[in-house]
């Protein structure tokens, strides 16, 4: 097999490909160079790399700064986040395995209720919801953040869930059975430990979901207390408009988080959004 | 949960997949239940109701209306331009991304020493939160932006050009950064795809060579079918609802020019308090999101 060698045609395309993913990593670089200039040079935009003078003063600025207070947005966004993960966690895989282990008419129902629920037009719900927390002086609270993103992720976990689960082996849990085990001390101990895969792919896809998420915060949560770092750099660009070394010091603060997450869940997160080929 | 009766021909199916004597009680899957069914079906249907309703949101009563929202809304210069830029911008970018996503997935397939590498890398973009990226880019392509200045730089100073606040050029600023963002999402939905692919298919069309063009378009491009699916209907989705992107860049702006249909439900609902009106373009949006998702579904399955 000629055409599996690796030829100079082969290498002349690795080193155009490696050009091209440096070019689509300038923004990245941007980044990291703009938050660590001073504001003459951001403004000036000479954009000078390497770094001479890294300018720590534009994150301290920015992290407990009048008007600023990303410290806290960071704070919002992280409490949030892991709510929501911990939440759609316990109650999907619980949800999914009472569905993809016990047939019947009731569960398919439940089934098609949820999947369904994935294309479901939540911007729809978004003024009903919004009044209905308002209602409740949800708004403006984690709490709310919280149910709110249950709600909407719910579906894509139980539809991850199911799959995984109904394709596992169910032999741990008929022998834990035999042994007389109670139904959730099975689930708790055994299934939940086993699907642990699952439990990853989908942490990974709802954390990376409420993260990123700018609509739903910028609706429930502008101008209280708790407003997370989208939002917190929303109203930064507002008011500092012309002080772009601010602003870039909180879009560091937004996006390393990320990038770092994003290098060490690369796998389940890859999975969570190609899972629905093979079917 | 009660299993089906133990025994009868009927509950073969059933007992097929349950577990004898592991008794689940229904109940576990109602916590889960109730959020799903309040947001993705309660609020969705007390959503439609307002379309057709004058409420703006402090009145006791929602005032039925009939259409008159929907009249209003086609008559509305901003919304009909929402409209417009909502499909300019989802149909580009699905085109665009699903073209470098195929790019890059033939590219990177095989062979390349530093495949992993160059594949995050190109896929990085999509993980990151849409508004912070989007301001990045908003410094690039601004006036005195690294863009322009780059432009100076090579001699083409007559190539610089107010990207972002010429009301011609606004709107594919905001194509740039959903093109960056979603091509390595189609490149790792086609990277999954090639790999229930025979090898032999995949090289013939391998861009390691010229002529194989017509090997991708008969032999390959019919076996990654499943693939293509996934690949255009989860953007189009994504960018029907674009709002990050267009606050980050131009804020609708200039002048309203690149206003989106989800911009315009967020300025109408919460902005200006009219939730009748605002409810009314978010059904507009979502029969948008409906009619497109179903023809590209009906299409994509014919083939």
């Known amino acids: ?279 | 949960m009660d299993s089906a009766p133990a025994g009868t021909g009927g509950a073969v199916q059933a007992t097929r997949r349950t577990i004898p004597g592991l008794r689940l009680s229904r109940l576990w899957a109602l916590p889960a239940l109730i959020p799903v069914f309040l947001l993705r079906y309660l609020a969705v249907g007390v959503g439609a109701y307002y379309a057709f309703t004058s409420w703006n949101g402090v009145s006791v009563q929602a005032d039925f209306v009939g259409l008159a929202n929907f009249r209003r809304l086609f008559s509305d210069e901003v919304a009909r331009q929402a409209v417009w830029n909502t499909l300019l911008l989802s149909s580009t970018a699905v085109i665009l991304s699903n073209v470098f996503g195929m790019l890059l997935a033939l590219s990177l397939n095989r062979l390349l020493r530093t495949r992993q590498l160059l594949r995050s890398m190109f896929f990085a973009p999509f993980a990151m939160t849409p508004l912070a990226v989007s301001y990045v880019w908003a410094y690039i392509l601004d006036y005195d932006g690294l863009l322009n200045r780059t432009l100076g730089w090579v001699g083409l100073s007559s190539w610089r050009h107010a990207w972002i606040g010429d009301p011609d050029t606004a709107i594919w600023t905001i194509l740039v950064v959903l093109v960056w963002q979603l091509s390595g999402l189609c490149m790792i939905i086609y990277l999954s795809g090639l790999q229930g692919v025979p090898e032999e298919v995949i090289e013939a069309s391998e861009l390691d060579g010229a002529g194989q063009f017509a090997t991708f378009r008969h032999v390959l491009l019919p076996l990654l079918n499943p693939a293509i699916v996934v690949a255009v209907a989860l953007p189009t989705i994504m960018t029907l609802r674009v709002f990050d992107q267009v606050i980050g860049l131009t804020n609708g702006g200039p002048a309203q020019a690149t206003e989106t249909l989800a911009t315009q439900v967020y300025r109408q609902s919460f902005v200006s308090g009219d939730y009748g009106y605002g409810a009314a373009i978010a059904l507009m949006l979502t029969v948008v999101i409906a009619v497109v998702s179903l023809a590209q579904i009906f299409i994509l399955r014919r083939r």
């Open chain 1, 1 to 279: 097999m000629s055409r599996l060698k690796y030829r100079k045609r082969t290498f002349a395309r690795e080193a155009l490909m490696l050009l091209a993913a440096a070019l689509w990593w300038v923004p990245f670089y941007l980044v990291v160079a703009l938050s660590l200039q001073d504001n003459e040079a951001v403004t000036e935009r000479s954009l000078a790399l390497p770094i001479t003078h890294p300018e720590l003063e534009n994150f301290k600025e920015a992290w407990s700064g009048a008007g600023a207070n990303l410290g806290r947005g960071l704070l919002s966004s992280v409490i949030i986040t892991l709510s929501s993960v911990f939440v759609v966690v316990v109650l999907g895989s619980l949800a999914a395995y009472t569905i993809a282990r016990h047939a019947s008419r009731l569960n398919n129902v439940l089934y098609v209720t949820f999947v369904l629920g994935i294309v479901m037009p939540y911007q729809l719900g978004l003024i009903p919801a919004f009044i209905a927390l308002r209602e409740l002086g949800l708004v403006g609270s984690y709490a709310g953040m919280v149910l709110l993103y249950t709600g909407l992720e719910l579906p894509t976990a139980i539809f991850l869930y199911a799959g995984f689960i109904r394709a596992f082996p169910r032999e741990y849990e008929e022998a834990a059975l035999v042994d007389g085990a109670a139904p959730f001390r099975v689930y708790w101990r055994i299934v939940f430990p086993l699907i642990s895969p699952i439990t990853a792919t989908v942490a990974v896809v709802t954390a990376l979901f409420v993260w990123n998420d700018f609509f739903n915060q910028l609706v429930f949560l502008a101008g209280t207390d708790n407003q997370t770092l989208p939002v917190a750099i929303y109203g930064f660009v507002g008011e500092f408009a012309t002080q772009w070394n601010y602003v870039f010091a909180g879009v560091v603060i937004s996006i390393l988080p990320v990038l770092v997450f994003f290098i060490v869940t690369q796998k389940q997160l890859v999975r969570g959004f190609t899972g629905g080929i093979k079917s």
